[in-house]
C-alpha cells in the first residue's frame, strides 16, 4: 500500500510544493487549510505520517500534536516559520519526530519525511531465534539501526518515536560513556537548537517511561548531573 501523508497547513503555496515534492517520490498526499478540515480528512484517511503546521487559523499545531501523541505513535513532523523556531523546539519536547523551518527546500523536506519512514517502517509481529540484525542488546532488549526498531524481551516492537530511536542508539553506541546535552542533541538532530537542554531531558523523560526499569531494579538511562547522561543498563 502506497504511504498516505495528510500535510495541514494554511499556506496554499506550502501545500502546493509538498503535494508536488512528495508525490514524485510515490507517496500518497492528502491535504487540508484548517484543523476542522483536517479532523474530516483524517477520518476518512489511513494516514502514515502528519504534516502540520504550528499556526492555524483556527486551532494551535502543537495542541493537535498534543492531541495526536495521546493516541498514536504515527509520525509527525511540524512545520514552522523561521521566526517560530522556540516552536518547534517545543514541538520536539512534545513528542514531534521533527521540525520544518519554513521556507524550506524541496530535498530537505523529502529526507526529512523519508527519515521517519524508516523508523517507523512496516511492523514486525514477531522476531525467528536469534533476533537477526540486532546491533545492541540490554536486558532482553533488541536494537536494530537498520530496520530502526526496538524489540523488547517478550518480542514486541517497542514504538519510538525518530528522536527517542536516535537518542537510545546514541547512547549504546557509546555505551558506559557520559554524554553531554549537546553532543546528544548533536547526534539526533544533526544540528544545534536553542534550548537544547529541555528538548533532550524531555525525550529522555519519554524514553524512560517506554523503558521499564531492568531486571536489577535500575534505570537503564542514567543522569549524571552537570553532565549529561549515560546508558547503564
Known amino acids: ?3 498516505c501523508i495528510l500535510a495541514l497547513d494554511d499556506e496554499a503555496a506550502i501545500l502546493t510544493i509538498v503535494r508536488s515534492t512528495l508525490e514524485q517520490r510515490g507517496f500518497r498526499v492528502v491535504t487540508a487549510k484548517s484543523l476542522a478540515q ?17 499556526s492555524l487559523p483556527d486551532g494551535n499545531g502543537l495542541s493537535l500534536l498534543r492531541e495526536l501523541r495521546k ?14 523556531e522556540a516552536e518547534g523546539v517545543l514541538g520536539l519536547e512534545l513528542g514531534a519526530d521533527d521540525t520544518l523551518l519554513k521556507p524550506f527546500r524541496e530535498r530537505e ?16 509481529a514477531s522476531l525467528p531465534a536469534g533476533r537477526p540484525g540486532i546491533d545492541h542488546e540490554f536486558d532482553g532488549y533488541g536494537l536494530s539501526l537498520q530496520a530502526r526498531k526496538l524489540w523488547a524481551p517478550d518480542g514486541r516492537e ?23 546535552r549537546d ?6 538532530k544533526g544540528r544545534q537548537w536553542e534550548s537544547y537542554d529541555r528538548v533532550v531531558d524531555g525525550i529522555v523523560s519519554r524514553l524512560r517511561r517506554k523503558l521499564p526499569a531492568s531486571r536489577s531494579g535500575s534505570p537503564f538511562i542514567r543522569t549524571v548531573h552537570g553532565v549529561g547522561y549515560t546508558f547503564a543498563g
Open 109 to 124: 523536506l523529502a529526507a526529512r519525511v523519508g527519515a521517519v519512514f524508516r523508523r517507523t517502517g512496516r511492523p514486525v
Open 38 to 54: 483536517f479532523r474530516m480528512v483524517d477520518a476518512q484517511e489511513q494516514v502514515d505520517l502528519y504534516l502540520i503546521d504550528t
Open 71 to 84: 493516541v498514536s505513535d504515527r509520525g509527525i513532523i511540524l512545520l514552522a516559520p523561521q521566526r517560530d
Open 1 to 3: 500500500m502506497v504511504p
Open 183 to 188: 553532543q546528544i542533541m548533536n547526534a539526533i
Open 158 to 180: 517497542v514504538e519510538l518515536t525518530t528522536s527517542e530511536f536516535e537518542l537510545l542508539a546514541a547512547l549504546l553506541g557509546r555505551r558506559g560513556q557520559v554524554l553531554s
